[in-house]
């Protein structure tokens, strides 16, 4: 039996809007475990957003804990949190948010820099994975010039080049058409098998929804196995 990776108690998240509280996550308790490939259905509104970007620590919740490996994300130091992001968490989300005037390669090598690898070591690293996306005749390339599945196939390169024990994918397919969104997807599972990491995908697609080992459902902030 794998163990839990995210142990999550308590969760809540609470928005307030004009002098009126909105309870967008309602006490989600769930446990997440290493190797898991999890998906999220949920119509818009539901929370699923919310929740993914409370696992990556891209927002707080109002309450509750989330443990990392039985250690509570809460205590950790901004040193720590911003560690955890670059180094344990992989992002794919719907809007690709590419950097528009750095070209291809130089996009994907950025989380590896941060992380203070060396440029030759950093390019050498992101070779690999533009090769992996089928991208390699891309490379110069500015995100201005690409289609939208060949956008989205490096910022997965971009989320992965630091191979992450943890991906969380927020609808990676929502702005594509059914055809490159399959494709997208294909490269996306493909790489998460080599890295054997664990992977959260939120869905509002039922088709997309169903390929997932554990299926779960958010429904007016709470989520429930399905």
């Known amino acids: 039996m794998s163990e839990p990776i995210?142990?999550?108690s308590g969760l809540k998240k609470t928005f307030s809007k004009n002098g009126v509280e909105i309870n967008v996550i309602k006490g989600i308790s769930v446990d997440i475990n290493e190797g898991d490939f999890i998906t999220i259905m949920g119509p818009s509104g539901a929370g699923k957003s919310t929740?993914?970007?409370?696992?990556?620590?891209l927002d707080k919740p109002s309450e509750g804990d989330i443990f990392f490996?039985?250690?509570n994300i809460k205590e950790f130091s901004e040193d720590e949190e911003s560690r955890f992001r670059n180094e344990k968490v992989g992002f794919v989300f719907q809007f690709y948010h590419l950097l528009q005037d750095f070209n291809v390669i130089e996009n994907i090598i950025m989380p590896l820099l941060i992380r203070r690898l060396s440029?030759?070591?950093a390019v050498a690293k992101a070779e690999?994975?533009?090769?992996i996306m089928g991208l390699q005749h891309r490379r110069e390339h500015?995100?201005?010039?690409?289609s939208g599945g060949e956008q989205q196939r490096v910022a997965?390169?971009?989320a992965l080049v630091n191979e992450p024990e943890i991906i969380l994918a927020d609808e990676p397919t929502g702005n594509l058409d059914r055809k490159t969104g399959k494709e997208v997807l294909d490269y996306l599972l493909s790489?998460?098998?080599r890295l054997s990491s664990t992977l959260v995908l939120v869905t509002h697609d039922p088709e997309i929804g169903s390929i997932g080992e554990r299926k779960m459902k958010m429904v007016d902030g709470e989520l429930f196995s399905v």
């Open 6 to 8: 995210l142990r999550v």
């Open 51 to 57: 929740f993914l970007h409370i696992l990556g620590t």
């Open 69 to 71: 490996r039985d250690k």
């Open 119 to 121: 440029r030759n070591d």
């Open 128 to 131: 690999s994975f533009l090769e």
């Open 142 to 146: 500015k995100p201005g010039e690409l």
């Open 156 to 158: 997965i390169a971009r």
């Open 191 to 193: 790489i998460n098998d």
